[in-house]
């Protein structure tokens, strides 16, 4: 009887360390970098990436940072999972919702996407449309002149956005991360996973969403490595007027969605050798960043190269 009211106890005790360890770390394993001191902007960047693309998101994120640094801006990156049953796209929602209250305005930006060092404040950006409670960027979709003509305004591309601190932002935002109809109801089911059910949530006005959002044409908010057309004349017609006006000349981010990780990266140390002078690294930053090489395999990189090769789907 004692032996077995013994092993009771043991059992409980080894129970209850468990469970204090496992809350614990969950706690700690959710606690966002620089959230301890008082935000230092009513603006933030915000990254999530995890040690599976560091190699390259890891350069994004100190060029984002100098931006950042040189605007006032303050920058989050985190890595933290909290939907683990969804694709890693989905955990810059959570993240967004979380910290939301703490700014003005959250910038989201992808972790294969960076500030160009000298591109206008975008505070001054987000001022035009400060009526708005979410700033999208228009999208291609390798179909170009569908995004030149607007015929879509749900090509939303959600690799960079603005979103203002709003109840309504976090309303949206809740049902863009959880809602099950809208996840499997979502526009394009093999592609875009989050990206689909913004569209949706875009395309059917739920919650008049249109009337709460804004979709600027490509061109403005970031463009793309590769935007499906060699002649950019007839996207210049679109975008160039809104550059002009916010005193612009080029897009505010560069993207670089469907590379291989080898190109990221040549394409990044490109930029930073043609701006040392403006982004003022370190030495040793420069030695990291010119010595950082891709982690991917050889053959991920010649699949992924082949898929770039094929032709393209026209208007």
Known sequence: MIRKNNFIYSFLIITIFVAIYILNFNYVNDCIDNL????????????????????????????????????????IKDSTIRLPNKKPH??????????L???????WVDSDAHFYIDSIPIKSFIEKYKD????????????VYESILNVSKDKINTGVFI???????????????????????????????????????????????KDHSVVVPYGILQNFVFNGVKDNTELDKVS???????????????????????????????YIKDNEIKLDFTKDQLNKFYNTSSKESFSKRKLTDFKLSLPKNKY
């Open 36 to 75: 301890v001191t008082k935000p230092k902007s009513k603006i933030c960047v915000v990254m999530w990436y995890d040690k599976n693309i560091s190699d390259y998101a890891d350069i994004c994120y100190e060029l984002n940072k100098k931006y950042c640094e040189k605007n006032g801006y303050d920058i």
């Open 90 to 99: 989905y955990e810059r929602i959570p993240l967004i919702s979380k910290i």
């Open 101 to 107: 209250h703490r700014y003005d305005y959250i910038i």
């Open 132 to 143: 708005k409670d979410f700033i999208f960027s228009g999208d291609q979709d390798r179909k």
């Open 163 to 209: 979103v203002k601190n709003t109840k309504y932002s976090l309303k949206i935002l809740n049902m863009w991360a959880y809602d099950k109809y809208l996840f499997d109801n979502r526009v394009n089911k093999r592609a875009w996973n989050d990206q689909g059910v913004l569209r949706l949530i875009y395309q059917r006005n739920i919650l008049q969403f």
């Open 240 to 270: 160039l007027p809104i550059l002009t006006s916010c005193n612009m000349t080029k897009p505010f981010i560069r993207h670089m969605p469907g590379l291989p990780t080898h190109k990221r990266i040549d394409i990044m140390k490109k």
